[in-house]
């Protein structure tokens, strides 16, 4: 594969933006705003729900209300959060507060959703006014991981009204920050607020052409980095409407249904690098095994490609029973998935023991779709779980009356998510959509937990779910999102405790078990309730968004 390689940038002392460094790029398309009361609505019957340049992009400014409303949810006294987290390199303290949040960004968050330009790229354009609100998003953005002090507040705000400053002209710049807040307001319990900017950055992406093999080349500057970055947008923001989509159950991932010939984006070292290869096209990928094709395609393609069978399960009428055509034909596509994954990309752990974001994200989300493929066809009641509404309304699952191989998928998956916790990696350094997926598997883990007794497979149960509320604690330190989440989950394991105490004290209940398995159980379940009580002790969050948003 040929590479291309974009310039080494130039060397930049500072990230402020008074820097006198030359501008690389122009911003990208440019579009009018015109009226919001133009704008589609999510309520468009499925289908291609935008003709070219046909719908608008809301030039509101945002009100003191709107301004108001974030003030409760990013006060004051939000500031850094203690524990690993923090692990910002020894002389961050000395650059300028602008500095100190871009490069918070850079550390902590970047290559979760990685479009924006690496940042020695980045640095390059700094001065030209299309990147204010990029930067101003980033900046805030990467104070979340950091003390700030009183600028939290300041810093959304200003984010928010560049991005919506109505002379503003909307480019793709406009688009990658508000791809940033879209993803911050979702972890943060904003869900509504998300959806509406996601609305918003649809419909201009679709305006501007993102979606189009020609966008990138037309506004890179022939410069291959740049380029790559364009690429990025487009699938990240299609892959952040699947997420949202798909963990939510509220929206129904638009783009999904928007033609697109937009070429895949490549690995994550040689986008960081600038040695971009020649891009390859999803048909190469989707055809591979049919074509020969023995090239290497990045774990971001794979990504997308769970994105894309996302989509379809999401696309499936209603299913009829377990026997229903659609449920195999998604259960084939979920399974090809995995069976012709190159050996590299089998675990989201490199060789050398370095996390694959892209590839973490990817079986992340193929395990998410099994869950809500079988789930409804299992053997798990969910009415113990009824509660957990965090991140999607409650689906009832009936009992049935045999171990069936839905049970076994959906058991199964839920495990694995549990296992993806356990990488030796910082579980900040995943997308905070993972607080979705994991409260998914606790749904299942718990809904076991509470139906069956298996003495050689409870307590293997049990590790699970603490180890679901562990990650939790770990997460909610900056997602407030998780920290939902898991006191609903410390609720639910609770209820569930009584029930099984109040169901032990009956002796019909221990027929055919010894005096010694009896005492381990009930042991067993005290330590866990225990560790449950006492988890949100642990590791309670301090400051961040984790406290703030309660």
């Given at each position: ?190 869900n509504d607020k998300a959806r509406e900017i996601l609305g918003d950055a649809e419909t201009l992406a679709v305006q501007l052409g993102l979606n189009t093999r020609a966008f990138a080349s037309h506004h890179g500057r022939n410069l291959p980095v740049m380029e790559e970055s364009w690429r990025r947008t487009w699938w990240d923001l299609f892959i952040i409407d699947a997420m949202i989509a798909g963990v939510h159950r509220v929206t129904n991932f638009l783009l999904f249904d928007v033609p697109s010939d937009v070429q ?287």
């Open positions: 594969m040929p590479q291309v390689t974009s310039p080494p940038p130039p060397s930049t002392a500072s990230s402020g933006e008074g820097s006198n460094a030359p501008v690389l790029m122009d911003p990208g398309a440019v579009v009018k705003t015109v009226l919001p009361s133009q704008r589609p609505s999510f309520g468009a019957p499925s289908g291609v729900p935008y003709a070219t340049g046909a719908y608008p992009f809301d030039n509101a400014p945002p009100t003191n209300a709107d301004l108001q409303l974030y003030r409760s949810y990013f006060p004051d006294n939000a500031a850094g959060v203690s524990g690993p987290k923090q692990q910002i390199p020894p002389n961050l303290e000395t650059f300028s507060l602008a500095d100190r949040c871009l490069d918070s960004f850079f550390y902590h968050f970047h290559a979760s959703h990685p479009f924006v330009l690496p940042k020695p790229y980045l640095l390059t354009l700094i001065g030209e006014p299309s990147l204010e609100p990029l930067l101003a998003a980033a900046r805030w953005v990467g104070s979340l991981f950091i003390d700030v002090g009183s600028a939290r507040q300041a810093l959304f705000q200003e984010a928010y009204q560049l991005i919506y400053e109505p002379q503003r002209p909307k480019d793709g710049f406009v688009v990658q920050a508000m791809m940033l807040l879209i993803v911050v307001l979702d972890g943060s319990c904003e895949l984006p490549c690995e994550e070292l040689q986008f960081l690098s600038g040695n971009i290869p020649g891009p390859m096209t999803l048909q190469d990928l989707e055809n591979k095994e049919f074509s020969g094709d023995d090239r290497d395609f990045s774990s971001f393609a794979y990504r997308i490609l769970c994105g894309r069978n996302l989509g379809r399960f999401m696309r499936t009428p209603p299913m009829q029973g377990p026997d229903d055509d659609n449920l195999a034909r998604i259960e084939a596509l979920l399974t090809n998935w995995r069976l012709h994954l190159p050996q590299n990309k089998k675990d989201s752990l490199q060789r050398n023991g370095v996390l694959d974001e892209m590839m973490f994200q990817a079986h992340m989300m193929m395990h998410a779709t099994s869950i809500m493929l079988h789930q409804p066809f299992s053997q798990l009641d969910t009415t113990p779980t009824q509660a957990i509404t965090s991140c999607a309304p409650y689906q009832p699952v009936a009992t049935g009356n045999v171990f069936n191989a839905h049970t076994r998928h959906t058991i199964t998956s839920a495990c694995a998510i549990s296992e993806l916790i356990t990488h030796r990696v910082p579980l900040l350094s995943h997308t905070h959509f993972f607080t979705c997926v994991i409260t998914l598997s606790s749904i299942v883990h718990l809904s076991k937990w509470a139906v069956f007794f298996v003495p050689h497979d409870d307590d293997d149960l049990r590790q699970k779910i603490r180890l679901n509320i562990g990650a939790l604690n770990k997460l909610s330190t900056v997602w407030s999102a998780a920290n939902g989440a898991r006191n609903q989950i410390r609720a639910v394991a609770r209820d569930i405790y009584q029930l099984k105490k109040q169901q032990q004290n009956d002796p019909q209940f221990w027929i055919g078990y010894s005096q010694q398995e009896m005492l381990n159980s009930m042991a067993a379940d005290d330590d866990i309730i225990t560790e449950v009580e006492n988890a949100d002790m642990l590791q309670r969050p301090q400051h961040g968004m984790g406290s703030g948003m309660q």
